[in-house]
């Protein structure tokens, strides 16, 4: 598990995927949250508009799935016990980007590899 600072977290975010048709996709864990150990999170282009959404998949029943149109509404939606992710950030841990360890995908995003 690795913790990373939100600036970079919005480095990774701010990853412009429309040009490479991409996606991120980040598994994480929120420390003293027991539903939120296997959660995901991303940003992806939606196939009808063709413009980036981000989005959470906090739970493995698709129960708390919550799609956004910004960075901005994204990281200030409470959907962590009336919490945002950017009001719990420092429990957050990664697990994976992209499915690979997070330090060797994290120079990627941060433009440095």
């Not at 429309?18 to 282009?45: H, R």
């Not at 994976?96 to 997070?102: F, G, L, M, R, T």
């Amino acid at each position: 598990m690795d913790k990373i600072t939100f600036e970079n977290f919005k480095c990774v975010m701010a990853y412009d995927i429309t040009e490479n048709q991409a996606c991120i996709e980040i598994e994480f864990c929120v420390n003293n949250y027991d539903a939120y150990q296997t959660s995901w999170l991303g940003k992806m282009l939606d196939r009808e508009t063709n413009k980036a959404i981000y989005w959470f998949g906090l739970t493995e029943d698709g129960s708390q799935a919550y799609d956004f149109d910004s960075f901005e509404e994204f990281a200030n939606a409470k959907v962590f016990n009336n919490k945002s992710i950017k009001e719990i950030w420092d429990s957050v841990s990664l697990l994976s980007i992209d499915a690979c360890d997070v330090q060797d995908r994290l120079p990627f995003y941060l433009g440095l590899a």
